[in-house]
């Protein structure tokens, strides 16, 4: 089991943060029809009553966008990958089919708005997870964006380094068709234990139907 912490510098500038992890062994595959026609409809519903504003009222958007400009980041720019799948989606773009546990979390993702961390559990280095912010000059290598500047941003890190922040996670630890032990981390910046653990669950019952999946187990922190 991964342990998770949560550093004072968090708790400093979210002192509501609330946090699931989910950890599980699961089967990915290149695609799932199914999970993409959920996808499609829980989009076609976000195109029929949002707009690229009116998503950032989101609780969850909201939130985490709060957490960035306290930490000094900039959500306009740098933008949590919650807020950054729906507005895709509400200019008409079409989401980017990866694979079917990186589509699944993001499908969780845009239903409950938090930003969702998945991993390759067998790629870390060490058993813990800390979740603290991002510093100046710190190396990280985001999925599909190269070196990234974290700086501001929160993050976890293991033993060896940074391993996901909510806009982007990192390419050393990120989840391929070889997968078989996945941690999903569920960010509740807004302090809302039912719905993060709401959506905890809704992973897990994703990965019982997409992912040859008992659910594993879901572990909150704070």
């Given at each position: ?27 990915n595959s290149g695609h ?29 958007i909201e939130a985490t ?142 990965l019982r139907r997409y ?12």
């Amino acid at each position: 089991m991964i342990n998770i912490i949560v550093s004072d510098e968090i708790e400093t500038v979210c002192p509501g943060f609330v946090g699931a992890a989910v950890e599980a062994t699961a089967q990915n595959s290149g695609h799932s029809d199914a999970l993409w026609q959920e996808i499609g409809a829980l989009s076609a519903d976000y195109r029929s009553r949002l707009t690229t504003e009116s998503l950032k009222q989101m609780p969850a958007i909201e939130a985490t966008r709060r957490v960035y400009r306290a930490c000094g980041k900039d959500p306009s720019r740098y933008r949590p990958s919650g807020e950054a799948l729906v507005r895709r989606v509400l200019q008409g773009k079409e989401l980017y089919m990866i694979d079917t546990l990186v589509d699944l979390v993001n499908l969780a993702s845009m239903a409950y708005g938090y930003s969702i961390g998945g991993f390759d559990a067998d790629k870390f280095c060490g058993d813990t997870l800390t979740l603290g912010i991002g510093r100046e000059g710190e190396p990280y290598e985001g999925i599909g964006r190269g070196l990234l500047n974290i700086a501001g941003l929160p993050v976890y890190r293991d033993a060896k380094g940074g391993v996901g922040t909510p806009t982007s996670d990192n390419e050393r630890t990120k989840m391929t068709l070889e997968t078989t032990h996945v941690l999903f981390l569920v960010n509740g910046y807004d302090g809302d234990s039912k719905q993060v653990e709401a959506c905890a669950s809704y992973l897990q019952d994703l990965l019982r139907r997409y992912a040859g999946s008992d659910g594993g187990t879901i572990t909150t922190y704070r």
